[in-house]
């Protein structure tokens, strides 16, 4: 059993120019990897607007899915759908294509997220759905998991870029000076940033999935 997430562009019809969209995802996505290498199959994208990627486990894809949307620059983000189950590959003549309960499952949860975004929370953003035959410890840490991401995602959803990108710098070990520095401000500054967005308890929550501190 594996994770597999499928993420797709939030409002990809309306961005002014979907190729430069498409190289700062790439970009992000690679980073990402860079600072914290999570995942087993990184995001690659496959179809239209959509991309897929596999993890190991379901704290190594939050973490890294949480990453993502805080490097993102306003404009540009992603909606991700995340399945539990097992995953195989269908050889055709364009190659391999993704197949599995796991994948069914992350394709259902895409359609909660859409469906939850347009209605009453409209910066939900990620969802998981396990495929049948999940044990009831994990059909409770997805519900567990679900509750948590609907908070995470409306603190997310509220920082600015700025504030993002502070969030990420400190969860990837950056000091507060340094990113003072970068952001060409002060360190208090930074500090009185972090704390009005709710940064600590996303980068607590991190630690909480890395199994660190709670």
């Known amino acids: 059993m594996v994770i597999a997430v499928l993420a797709d562009i939030v409002g990809s019809r309306k961005l002014d120019d979907r190729t430069a969209a498409q190289q700062v995802l790439d970009e992000t996505i690679a980073q990402v990897e860079a600072d ?6 990184s995001l690659t994208p496959t179809v239209g607007d959509e991309q897929q990627g596999v993890y190991r ?8 899915l949480l990453m993502i949307q805080l490097r993102l620059p306003d404009g540009i983000g992603f909606r ?28 259902a949860a895409i359609d909660i997220v859409h469906a939850r975004e347009g209605r009453a929370i ?6 998981i759905v396990g495929a049948p035959g999940q044990d009831e410890v994990m059909d409770s840490t997805i519900a567990a998991s679900n509750a948590y991401l609907l908070v995470r995602d409306e603190l997310v959803g ?11 710098g400190r969860l990837i070990g950056r000091s507060q000076h340094e990113l003072a520095d970068e952001e060409g401000i002060s360190q208090p500054s930074v500090s009185k940033s972090l ?5 600590a308890a996303v980068l607590e929550g991190v630690a909480v999935l890395r199994g660190g501190s709670a």
Do not use: C, I, K, N
């Open 36 to 41: 914290l290498p999570l995942a087993a199959q």
């Open 57 to 64: 486990d379901l704290g190594d894809a939050l973490v890294s």
């Open 80 to 107: 991700f759908g995340v399945g539990v189950g097992e995953v195989s590959a269908v050889e055709s003549v364009h190659g391999e294509l993704a197949d599995g309960p796991g994948w069914y499952a992350a394709r």
């Open 122 to 127: 409209p910066r939900a953003r990620t969802w």
């Open 158 to 168: 509220a920082m600015s870029e700025r504030e993002r990108r502070l969030t990420y």
């Open 195 to 199: 704390r009005s967005a709710g940064a």
